[in-house]
């Protein structure tokens, strides 16, 4: 995730959609801000969900699954990946620092796949366990797919928080 997207992020289709993603994972991080640890891990949501865990599932599930195993094939995630509502359970000892700053590398390393990857190339993997035949045939429908997913956990998150405190998210552009 970009402090500067003008230096990181590539032109062209792939950068627009970079940029997109990128406002919804500072969202994500923003509405978080100044929440501290025990809210971060209270459940308000009917679901039981925290906001903690929230992060931690579009750390694994989201980023980590889409970019580096879909699209980029590496093994070693791909081993790795784990079933269930694992990624959605954050451990006691796990700080929150700690689960936020994973988010944001794991976003760091989302972006040079996507920089490194034409816009139209097919996934390099396709978890047909899970999902049957491919259905997102390029990086662009990943792209659009985690776009959509984060927008709609950062939608999640908003009503978290202003159960939690009351403070809202003004979206002005």
Known sequence: MSENLNESVPGGEAGALLRVLDGQRRHV?????????????????????HCLGMVQH??????????RAVVAGDEAVVRGLTGGDT?????????????LD????EAERADAVINATPVDA?????????????????????LLHVITETACHAGHLDAARELLDGRRWMVLT
């Open 58 to 67: 579009l750390t694994l599930d989201v980023e980590r699954f889409w970019f």
């Open 29 to 49: 991080l923003g509405m978080l801000d100044g929440l501290d640890p025990e809210d971060l891990r209270r459940p308000v949501l009917p679901s039981g969900r």
């Open 87 to 99: 990624a959605w359970r954050v451990a006691p000892d796990v700080a929150a620092a700690d689960v």
């Open 122 to 142: 097919p996934p390099a993997w396709w978890p047909r366990d899970l999902f049957g035949e491919p259905h997102l045939h390029s990086l662009r429908d990943v």
């Open 102 to 105: 994973r988010y944001r590398r």
